[in-house]
């Protein structure tokens, strides 16, 4: 079996973020970084090169593989900013209807500027995937 190229190391966020050419999605992302902090009480940490996670659990698979993942996280992309929440997005239905301009994946919730959704939302959303996927572990 392939090793998982995403995993969690000792890169430095500070300096990721800090990278980001753009200007105005630099600053969203320090926004969306103190946002997903806030939530998680925890200290974010570079999963591969390019996606900053917020707290660790392990994930086991149907098949009985597991692996070390993390419940939220984001990652300034070319085209958009991608939200990632291991629960997926079913259980906030309700608010997702209220989050603004987004699209979605199974797990990821894509934007294209921090403008078009509103944080409150996006804040009550992350909550409640953070605090799920850490009660169930």
């Known amino acids: 079996m392939a ?7 000792n890169k430095s966020v500070t300096e990721f ?3 980001i050419p753009d200007q105005q999605k630099q600053k969203e992302c320090l ?4 946002l997903l902090k ?7 940490k570079m999963w591969g090169d390019a ?3 917020y707290g660790s659990y392990r994930y086991k698979y149907e098949s009985g593989r597991e692996l070390d993942w993390f419940p939220i ?3 300034p992309r070319k085209n ?7 629960c997926g997005f079913e259980k906030n239905a309700g608010l997702m209807k209220k989050l603004g301009k987004y699209k979605t994946g199974k797990s990821c919730l894509y934007i294209n500027k921090l403008e078009d959704v509103d944080l409150k939302i996006l804040e009550e959303i992350f909550t409640n995937a953070f605090y799920s996927k ?3 572990g």
């Open 17 to 19: 973020l800090k990278s």
């Open 3 to 9: 090793e998982l190229k995403t995993k969690q190391n």
């Open 73 to 75: 996280g984001f990652s």
């Open 134 to 136: 850490m009660a169930k």
């Open 51 to 53: 996606i900053i996670g």
């Open 80 to 86: 958009n900013i991608t939200l990632y929440t291991m």
């Open 38 to 44: 806030k939530i998680s009480k925890a200290k974010p």
């Open 31 to 34: 926004t969306i970084n103190n």
